[in-house]
T-cell receptor, first 114, second 110 residues
Framework: AQSVTQLGSHVSVSEGALVLLRCNYS??????LFWYVQYPNQGLQLLLK??????LVKGINGFEAEFKKSETSFHLTKPSAHMSDAAEYFC????????????FGGGTRVLVKP | DVKVTQSSRYLVKRTGEKVFLECVQD?????MFWYRQDPGLGLRLIYF???????EKGDIPEGYSVSREKKERFSLILESASTNQTSMYLC?????????FGDGTRLSIL
């Protein structure tokens, strides 16, 4: 069985400050890992994914995430927050052998203050 | 551009009604999925389909069924709607990772 824990259901950052969203997973086999973003009244969009290539993954909109096997983590960062980054972010895990059947974390809502 | 279209953005139904949520994708993907989204719980998989007429239960299939008669269309059915099925429902499709999502249907059961 696999699970995903996102620390902090709400995060508030100032415009221009570092964005750090935490994600830890548990999985019996090395998984694929994903970050999605959901803007208000919209579906989810893929930000980035880890599929066992480089451990530092760069995504869209300046986001990146680092896979750390020893810590079972896949934290999402952006060096400088923009007002348009206000959204809800979801970490997800999928076992490599099970196609794209994703298990999602509970989500982190990001508020960006001017 | 890839597109997953859900037939309704908002839907209000009554307890005991049979409810149909429709989803269409234009990417010729083999896999299609139905999730429900609730605050603090993230997305939970209800059912998925890996081919026409093929389906598998997800994590919370109770009270739901699905239909996939054509590759591009995947329907979620609430057999007898109950108030605890009030939620946001998201459809997704994918070949391999990642999945593409529709904008969601916010369903209220009164």
């Amino acid at each position: 069985a696999q699970s995903v824990t996102q620390l902090g259901s709400h995060v508030s950052v100032s415009e221009g400050a570092l964005v750090l969203l935490r994600c830890n997973y548990s999985s019996s086999v090395p998984p694929y890992l994903f970050w999605y973003v959901q803007y208000p009244n919209q579906g989810l969009q893929l930000l980035l994914k880890y599929t066992s290539a480089a451990t530092l993954v760069k995504g869209i909109n300046g986001f990146e995430a680092e896979f750390k096997k020893s810590e079972t983590s896949f934290h999402l960062t952006k060096p400088s927050a923009h007002m348009s980054d206000a959204a809800e972010y979801f970490c997800a895990v999928s076992p490599k052998a099970a196609g794209n059947k994703l298990t999602f974390g509970g989500g982190t809502r990001v508020l960006v203050k001017p | 551009d890839v597109k997953v279209t859900q037939s309704s953005r908002y839907l209000v139904k009554r307890t005991g009604e049979k409810v149909f949520l429709e989803c269409v994708q234009d990417m010729d993907h083999e896999n299609m999925f139905w999730y429900r989204q609730d605050p603090g719980l993230g997305l939970r998989l209800i059912y998925f389909s890996y081919d026409v007429k093929m389906k598998e239960k997800g994590d919370i299939p109770e009270g739901y069924s699905v239909s996939r008669e054509k590759k591009e269309r995947f329907s979620l059915i609430l057999e007898s709607a109950s108030t605890n099925q009030t939620s946001m429902y998201l459809c997704a499709s994918g070949g391999n990772q990642p999945q593409h999502f529709g904008d969601g249907t916010r369903l209220s059961i009164l």
